[in-house]
């Protein structure tokens, strides 16, 4: 069963504009990652955010946590038409005996229109 | 580039065979993991290795095993193969056992015919 689930699951906008996505899971985490992937290739990590934390920025992303609700938002601003591609959120739910592993949403596509 | 190398990049073979997946981690990662990406079941964690021993168990399939190596690299391997198992499949590898950034690799895309 999916742990974290990508909201909206697609998402089209013009190139400037603001895209936010949002991510919400099940059960306690020890960070959420974001990834982002073109096309069938690999993925690339974009930012890790730990249960403690509540904000982080990247360059023109933005993520924030709230654990209390669950729930994680990627904003990305000023996008741009290479923005292109799916991005998942994945959450670490290791037991911490050195056991760990990612769990994926389903992913938002996100069309950035020239 | 993550720094994360798979091999080979493309590998077509007919059902009931056995392949070899291979990967390399990042320089100074410890940990490798298998991940499979397939249209209906999504982005599924497979196993992950921490210096040469196995730590996690997901949703592996018998037919399927994986080891790691002294030197880091791992390998999956496949056998008695069916179309569902037509996927891509990702190396991933982080420098402890967790919480920490996972780095992916470019992916082996696995077609059964």
Redesign the interface.
């Known amino acids: 069963s ?1 742990q974290g689930e990508e909201d909206p699951q697609a998402l089209s906008i013009q190139e400037g504009e603001n895209a936010t996505m949002n991510c919400s899971y099940k059960t306690s985490i ?2 959420l ?1 974001w ?1 982002r992937q073109n096309s ?6 974009l930012i ?1 955010i ?1 249960s403690n934390e509540r904000e982080k920025h990247s360059g023109r992303l933005r993520v924030t946590l709230d654990t209390s609700k669950k729930s994680s938002s990627l904003l990305i601003t000023a996008s741009r038409a290479a923005d292109t591609a799916s991005y ?1 959120c ?1 959450t ?1 739910v ?3 005996a ?10 938002t596509k996100l069309s950035v229109i020239p | 580039d ?1 720094g994360v190398t798979q091999t080979p990049k493309h590998l077509i073979t007919a059902t009931g065979q056995r392949v070899t997946l291979r990967c390399s981690p990042r320089s100074g990662d410890l ?1 490798v ?1 298998w ?1 499979q990406q397939s249209l209906d079941q ?4 497979l196993i ?1 290795y ?1 210096n040469g021993e196995e ?2 168990k ?1 949703n592996i399939l018998e037919r399927f095993s994986a080891q790691q190596f002294p030197d880091l690299h791992s390998e999956l391997n496949l056998s008695s193969l069916e179309l569902g198992d037509s996927a ?1 499949y ?1 190396c ?1 590898s ?1 420098l402890y ?11 082996t ?1 696995l077609t059964v015919l």
């Not at chain 1, 069938?40 to 990590?45: A, I, S, T």
């Not at chain 2, 999504?42 to 964690?45: C, K, T, Y």
């Not at chain 2, 056992?97 to 992916?107: A, H, L, M, S, Y």
């Open positions: 999916q020890n960070n990652q990834y069938g290739r690999g993925l690339v990590h890790l730990r998942f994945a670490d290791g037991s911490g050195g056991s760990y592993q990612l769990t994926f949403g389903k992913g | 993550s940990s993991y991940y999504g982005l599924q964690f992950q921490y730590r996690a997901g891509l990702f991933a982080s056992g967790g919480n920490n950034e996972q780095f992916f690799g470019p992916g895309r």
